[in-house]
Nanobody, 120 residues
Protein backbone atom coordinates (compact mmCIF):
# COMPACT_ATOMS: atom_id res chain seq x y z
CA UNK A 1 0.00 0.00 0.00
CA UNK A 2 1.23 3.49 -0.88
CA UNK A 3 -0.03 6.67 0.74
CA UNK A 4 0.40 10.06 -0.88
CA UNK A 5 0.29 13.49 0.74
CA UNK A 6 0.19 16.62 -1.41
CA UNK A 7 1.10 20.17 -0.44
CA UNK A 8 1.70 23.52 -2.07
CA UNK A 9 -1.70 24.48 -3.42
CA UNK A 10 -3.25 27.88 -2.92
CA UNK A 11 -4.35 31.12 -4.51
CA UNK A 12 -2.14 32.82 -7.07
CA UNK A 13 -2.60 35.65 -9.54
CA UNK A 14 -2.54 35.01 -13.29
CA UNK A 15 1.03 34.80 -14.50
CA UNK A 16 2.24 33.62 -11.12
CA UNK A 17 3.88 30.38 -10.04
CA UNK A 18 3.26 27.58 -7.59
CA UNK A 19 5.08 24.37 -6.78
CA UNK A 20 3.16 21.31 -5.72
CA UNK A 21 4.80 18.50 -3.77
CA UNK A 22 3.66 14.96 -3.16
CA UNK A 23 5.39 12.68 -0.69
CA UNK A 24 4.84 8.94 -0.93
CA UNK A 25 5.06 6.55 1.98
CA UNK A 26 6.66 3.24 1.24
CA UNK A 27 9.39 2.60 -1.26
CA UNK A 28 8.39 3.30 -4.82
CA UNK A 29 11.83 3.96 -6.29
CA UNK A 30 12.37 1.92 -9.41
CA UNK A 31 8.85 0.54 -9.23
CA UNK A 32 6.31 3.20 -10.04
CA UNK A 33 5.90 6.18 -12.27
CA UNK A 34 4.46 9.30 -10.65
CA UNK A 35 1.99 11.76 -12.02
CA UNK A 36 -0.32 14.70 -11.50
CA UNK A 37 -3.95 14.97 -12.53
CA UNK A 38 -6.43 17.80 -12.14
CA UNK A 39 -10.19 18.09 -12.03
CA UNK A 40 -12.74 20.88 -12.04
CA UNK A 41 -16.44 20.52 -11.17
CA UNK A 42 -18.43 18.97 -13.95
CA UNK A 43 -15.38 17.84 -15.89
CA UNK A 44 -13.49 14.60 -16.10
CA UNK A 45 -10.16 14.30 -14.37
CA UNK A 46 -7.36 15.01 -16.81
CA UNK A 47 -3.73 14.03 -16.84
CA UNK A 48 -1.40 16.97 -16.35
CA UNK A 49 1.98 15.22 -16.42
CA UNK A 50 3.79 12.06 -15.42
CA UNK A 51 7.38 10.98 -14.95
CA UNK A 52 8.64 7.43 -15.27
CA UNK A 53 11.20 5.62 -13.15
CA UNK A 54 13.84 6.46 -15.76
CA UNK A 55 12.94 10.15 -15.77
CA UNK A 56 10.99 10.29 -19.00
CA UNK A 57 8.20 12.83 -18.87
CA UNK A 58 4.92 13.50 -20.61
CA UNK A 59 2.72 16.60 -20.45
CA UNK A 60 -0.75 17.61 -21.45
CA UNK A 61 -0.64 20.00 -24.41
CA UNK A 62 -2.30 22.68 -22.31
CA UNK A 63 0.62 22.87 -19.87
CA UNK A 64 3.64 22.20 -22.10
CA UNK A 65 6.28 24.86 -21.68
CA UNK A 66 4.71 26.13 -18.46
CA UNK A 67 4.73 23.16 -16.07
CA UNK A 68 7.64 20.94 -15.11
CA UNK A 69 7.37 17.61 -13.33
CA UNK A 70 10.30 16.18 -11.42
CA UNK A 71 10.96 13.56 -8.78
CA UNK A 72 13.38 13.06 -5.93
CA UNK A 73 13.79 9.34 -5.49
CA UNK A 74 15.69 9.73 -2.23
CA UNK A 75 12.65 11.46 -0.76
CA UNK A 76 9.97 9.46 -2.60
CA UNK A 77 8.59 12.82 -3.70
CA UNK A 78 7.23 14.19 -6.95
CA UNK A 79 6.98 17.89 -7.72
CA UNK A 80 5.00 19.97 -10.16
CA UNK A 81 6.44 23.40 -10.87
CA UNK A 82 3.71 25.54 -12.41
CA UNK A 83 4.68 28.81 -14.07
CA UNK A 84 2.72 31.37 -16.10
CA UNK A 85 -0.46 30.20 -14.45
CA UNK A 86 -3.78 30.95 -16.12
CA UNK A 87 -7.30 31.08 -14.69
CA UNK A 88 -8.09 27.91 -16.62
CA UNK A 89 -5.46 26.08 -14.56
CA UNK A 90 -7.76 26.40 -11.56
CA UNK A 91 -8.57 22.89 -10.34
CA UNK A 92 -8.02 20.31 -7.65
CA UNK A 93 -4.65 18.74 -8.36
CA UNK A 94 -4.03 15.16 -7.27
CA UNK A 95 -0.83 13.19 -7.39
CA UNK A 96 -0.65 9.53 -8.20
CA UNK A 97 1.75 6.64 -8.51
CA UNK A 98 1.44 3.52 -10.57
CA UNK A 99 3.10 1.29 -13.13
CA UNK A 100 4.18 2.44 -16.56
CA UNK A 101 4.00 -0.18 -19.27
CA UNK A 102 3.05 -0.51 -22.91
CA UNK A 103 3.82 3.17 -23.31
CA UNK A 104 1.07 4.18 -20.91
CA UNK A 105 0.93 5.40 -17.34
CA UNK A 106 -1.50 3.47 -15.15
CA UNK A 107 -2.16 5.35 -11.90
CA UNK A 108 -2.92 3.04 -9.01
CA UNK A 109 -2.69 5.11 -5.83
CA UNK A 110 -4.00 8.63 -5.28
CA UNK A 111 -3.47 11.55 -2.95
CA UNK A 112 -6.32 13.52 -1.43
CA UNK A 113 -5.88 16.49 -3.75
CA UNK A 114 -4.91 20.11 -3.28
CA UNK A 115 -6.77 23.16 -4.56
CA UNK A 116 -5.06 25.53 -6.97
CA UNK A 117 -6.92 28.75 -7.72
CA UNK A 118 -5.64 31.25 -10.28
CA UNK A 119 -7.46 34.53 -9.94
CA UNK A 120 -6.85 38.24 -9.66
Amino acid sequence: QVQLVESGGGLVQPGGSLRLSCAASGSIVGIYAMGWYRQTPGKERELVAYITTTGSTNYADSVKGRFTISRDNAKNTVYLQMNSLKPEDTAVYSCSVGPYYSGTYHPRYWGQGTQVTVSS
